[in-house]
Structures are given as C-alpha cells and as structure tokens.
Nanobody
Framework: QVQVVESGGGSVQAGGSLRLSCTASGTVIIANYGAWYRQTPGNERELVAGIESDYSTNYADSVKGRFTISRDNAKRTVDLQMNNLKPEDTAVYYC????????WGQGTQVTVSS
C-alpha cells in the first residue's frame, strides 16, 4: 500500500515561515501530479498549489508570491514553502499525491497568529 505522510505543520506568528513536506512511501511510483490543498471548518477543500510532471505550477491567487511548491521525484516528495504567513492561511493542509490513483495525506494543522 501507499502511505502519504505530511510534516512541517505547526503554529507561527504572522510573517513567519513554514515548510510542509509530503512524502509517499510503500509501493509507489513517481507522481504525475502533486498538490497541496487546505480546508477550514464548514468550507470545501481548496487548491493552494499544484505541480505537474513537467514541473509546471499553479497557485491560488491568495498565496502567489508567498508560497512555493516543489517536487523531488527521487525522494517522492512534494513540498510547500510558505513565507510571510498570514492569519488567513490558518487551515488544515492536505497533500495530494497522484499516480494512477490519488493518495491523500491525513492533513497537518497550520495556525498563524496575529
């Protein structure tokens, strides 16, 4: 089975930085698409950033210029560098690791205080 593990979440002050890491383990191949989503209570999960197999990326307008998504095929990771964090970034962040199937992490809490 494939397991997707997220790390790097936590609590920071506004203006701080965090780096989220998503690692796929088990029987797994290189992802053709990797992404980070986030969700707050009562809202649908929204795409924060995505990265394709050709390394093209896309970002939600709210995080452009502050967040950077990257991938390392050898490590089977999809990382999200988050800079200049704002309280509105507070959410549970989920990693999507997609091969022939889609695999989701369990979510990691990011809390940004004023």
């Amino acid at each position: 089975q494939v397991q997707v593990v997220e790390s790097g979440g936590g609590s920071v002050q506004a203006g701080g930085s965090l780096r989220l890491s998503c690692t796929a383990s088990g029987t797994v191949i290189i992802a053709n698409y990797g992404a980070w989503y986030r969700q707050t209570p009562g809202n649908e999960r929204e795409l924060v950033a995505g990265i394709e197999s050709d390394y093209s990326t896309n970002y939600a307008d709210s995080v452009k210029g502050r967040f950077t998504i990257s991938r390392d095929n050898a490590k089977r990771t999809v990382d999200l560098q988050m800079n200049n964090l704002k309280p509105e970034d507070t959410a549970v962040y989920y990693c999507l690791y997609r091969t022939m199937k889609s695999y989701w992490g369990q979510g990691t809490q990011v809390t940004v205080s004023s």
